[in-house]
């Protein structure tokens, strides 16, 4: 063991029609590893998770789980792997007991064994007072996690989480975020697919961005954050303000340099992780007598990143001119057919 | 909170079952599955149950008396072998709104995703739905009875034609599953099934017999699947059966006719359901 990756993409592509949506992927994902795989809509998440867990075929390019190869060894692959898919994937005129034992028996366990696995995970799952009720009458939030819990009943080694928590309330996210810990903890190799920064940092050990088809940037949440910039606050300036008594004050109260635009009386500096300091920073500048219209925090969006990133917007709203604009059409088009 | 392993427990089923104990087991579960949801909400039986009591009763009472028998007989009698055969058609609209309601809700992916056989999940859907048409037949015939309807013939005819009657049935939801893999909406589904099934049902001598058809439509309707089975039902339960008179091939022997049916629709439908199914998977 641990010489084999537990997930490994090579060259991977797949286009439905003239839509490629995935164009070269590569992935390592080593035993015990969390891999979030970040990206807007359509950039090939699904697609890949799609792959790996044996539902598509890729035209070209390897796939293997453990070892085994996606397409010759796909019944091996099957024995080994859980999938949560973006919508949870349940019959809903069964009550969530009974989707658990179902698909515990059709992932090969026994009769019994289904019966006490599923017991189990209700429990773990905080469902057990609902496990007698179709699923049908569960809120968003039971039902996603008794599609995880569903994934997890024959034992995977590896788990496939696509888009765990979209659509999820707060409340429900992070209980969905504590249950991912806790699998990765016990050692459960992990790939999660999101749209959102902060879930990959918060889950992920490792992170690969993708961006129509292929992976444009990989690393740590830190290292990645590092490359797409720091938070950062902003000090709007009211007319006939003193910018300089401003930038002292700012100075004062963050770290790192202050930038100061006097055109625009606009000053922006890193933003230390300490709480309060927005308060702090407009406390200090009322103190001075400097007159302040706006003061915001910064924070690098997906959107953010991206543009960092990749040099385009994630997202292709109304296409802003230049060469991308053709090639984020086909995406976003990609996105649907995955 | 009981200390449930999540992951790294021990692997599955110690003994190692071989292929086709799984599938078997596999077709069983999902079978099972699909007919639990009878179990919770009778009402999903109401096109095998009410629909057909409603057409015996609309046909025994309402139209019944302006329908002549040539050779005569009672009109209700007549009637039961038509009824079952529609009774059995009627549902493979349900197994194709089954199988698409399954693969747009991601649950079709799922089963995929884990070692379930290939094949488990359109049997173990079709032999759901031969389930339903069991009981469809047994209300079809305990309503005959109230109305009038006899067996006069042998148990074994009997039985040959309930057989009959089921194989054709079961035969028929790979039609069903079929349109269940090519469209896109269980809407779609309930649509496409019901405007092939209506044209079928009654371009038949379920209800009217095909003596009295324009001379252009009676070779089509004695040709139709469903005039072969309700008159090898009618002469296989002694009821009467004008389509005895008529000359074409499947009418003077409509029992081969429902075994050849069978077997095509079996033929063609069921290895396309299953192309279909793969090719699904292949994205």
Redesign the interface.
Known sequence: MGEIPAIETERVT?S?GSTHALSGLNLTVPQGGILGLLGPNGAGKTTAV?VL?????PDAGQARVLGFDVVRQA?EV??Y?G?T??????????TGR?NLV??G??????RS?ARRRAC??L??FDLTQAAGR?VKTYSGGMRRRLDLA???I????V?FLDEPTTGLDPNSRAVMWEIIR??AA???TLLLTTQYLEEADQLASQVAVIDAGRVVAEGTPDQLKGKVGEDRIAVQLAPGSDLAAAVAVVQAQTTGPVDADPAQLLVTAPMPARDGITTDVVRALDAAGVRVSDVTLRRPSLDDAFMMLTGHRAAPEPAPAGGDAGREAATEQGGAAA | ??A??????????A?RRGNLR?LI??VA??AK?SL??IA??PETLMDVTIQPILFVLLFAFVFGGAIPLPGGGSYHEYLIGGMLAMGLAATAPGTAVALVTDMS???I????????SRS?VLAGRTIADLVTQVIGTVVVAGVGLAIGWRIHSSVADAAAAFGLALLFGYAFTWLGACLGMMLRSPEAAQQMGFVLFLPLTFVSNAFVPTQGMPGWLQPIAEWNPMSALAAAARSLFGNPNPAASVQAWPMQHPELAVLGWSAVLLAVFAPLAVHLYRRK???
């Open positions: 797949k439905f799609r867990t044996t539902l598509l075929r019944a099957r024995h792997i999938l898919g973006q919508y949870a994937a349940l019959d809903d005129y069964l009974a179902m698909i028996q059709l992932g090969r366990l026994g064994q189990d995970l429990e773990r179709a569903a994934s997890l024959g034992h995977p080694e788990l806790e699998l016990e050692g459960t | 909170m009981t449930a392993t999540i992951s790294h427990a021990p692997r599955r089923s003994s799984w087991s596999d579960v999902l599955r639990a949801r919770r909400e809700s991601g649950l992916d799922r089963f995929r995703s884990l070692p379930t488990a998977a292949a994205g």
